[in-house]
């Protein structure tokens, strides 16, 4: 019998780590430090450095991000055969201590082990996707991967409520490039030095004019990523979905952030292709406009989804870089 003061060893938690810095992040900046005890305790720390101040002025999306990278390293130790009890927001006196991970012998849930395959798989896709339609069944089980996480997944049902959601994502957007030191500051996250391991690639964006109709992409640098030579021969039958919590407070922004990599996982796990789109969500009108008219007015929506299947054709997609884990420790 196993004792249950048995705890992970370096290497263990250091492959755990090392796939939890894997998780999507807004513009790539990874705001997130950890930190190991000697009793093999986990703990998570917002980066206050890395923050978005201009795109993501309330801080949402940077605990987004860290709900995100917490949820995967959760996923990552029960694909080890370890499970974790979490702890958030152990410290009331630091608000950059987000959460308390304790690994536990415990069997971990069999459906959280299975999400552990996506992720060294998953990536952002934001070229256009195929004609086939996501099918309900599939639409459900990411739903439900949400709620796990104590978070709504709403998806945007029918062509006017899709037209709608897209007129209002390109009127943030244009809102957005209004915005003082809007265009210097996702120009530093888009013009990152080579090594540097965060920010976007020109690898990941798509190159030449979007298709009319299509969902807008954050205008980021000219991009290298090819679409399909087909892909605009049909409709994009993409669906969009909408995570919105019931609470609109720090809590609700890290719990969307799990769910975000919870249903990210699970898409990949089902070979569908995923885009997060965080922009729309920075503009308070148009989170607003989102909540009233979409999601409902006592819901708070975090994050737009796009999920479809890739077109048949296109090139396997290269990870986005990653800091070195070395550089996100904090020492003991």
């Known amino acids: 019998m196993i004792s249950s003061t048995v705890i992970p060893d370096e ?3 250091d492959r755990a780590l090392r796939s939890a810095v894997r998780a999507p992040s807004v513009c790539n900046s990874q705001p997130w430090r950890w930190r190991i005890s000697t009793t093999s305790v986990v703990d998570l720390f917002a980066d ?4 978005l101040i201009v795109i ?20 990552a130790l029960a694909g080890l055969g370890w499970s974790a009890r979490i702890d958030r927001f152990p410290d009331p006196e630091n608000i950059h201590h987000l959460a308390r991970i304790q690994p536990s012998t415990a069997a971990p849930p069999p459906d959280m082990a299975a999400l552990a395959r996506a992720i060294p798989l998953r990536r952002t896709d934001r070229r256009r996707f195929s004609d086939e339609p996501v099918d309900e069944g599939l639409r459900m089980i990411l739903i439900e991967h949400a709620a796990d996480c104590q978070t709504g997944l709403h998806v945007v049902a029918g062509d006017a409520a899709r037209q709608r ?13 209004q915005q003082m030191g809007y265009a210097a500051e996702l120009a530093r996250w888009t013009g990152r030095y080579a090594g540097a391991g965060d920010g976007i690639e020109s690898s ?3 190159s030449g004019i979007d298709h009319p109709g299509e969902v807008p992409m954050r205008a980021f640098i000219q991009g290298r990523l090819a679409q399909s030579p087909h892909s605009f ?15 609109d407070d720090r809590l609700g922004a890290l719990r969307a952030g799990e769910a975000t990599s919870a249903v990210l996982l699970a898409a990949t796990n ?23 008219h979409l999601v409902g007015p006592q819901l708070f929506p975090q994050l737009v989804l796009r999920v479809g299947w890739t077109q048949p054709g296109c090139t396997a997609l290269t ?14």
């Open 48 to 51: 206050p450095d890395r923050h």
């Open 204 to 206: 990941t964006v798509t």
């Open 270 to 292: 089902m070979e569908l292709a995923t885009t997060p789109l965080s922009q729309p969500l920075e503009v308070a009108q148009t989170r607003a406009s989102i909540s009233a």
């Open 319 to 332: 990870p986005t870089p990653r800091r070195h884990l070395d550089h996100v420790l904090l020492k003991r």
């Open 165 to 177: 959601l897209i007129a209002m994502i390109t009127h943030s957007a244009s809102l957005q490039r």
């Open 233 to 247: 021969e049909h409709e994009d039958a993409s669906v969009l979905m909408v995570l919105a919590s019931q609470r």
């Open 11 to 13: 290497a263990t938690l």
């Open 56 to 75: 993501d002025l309330d801080g949402r999306a940077l605990l987004l991000s860290c709900g995100a990278a917490l949820h995967h390293l959760v996923v």
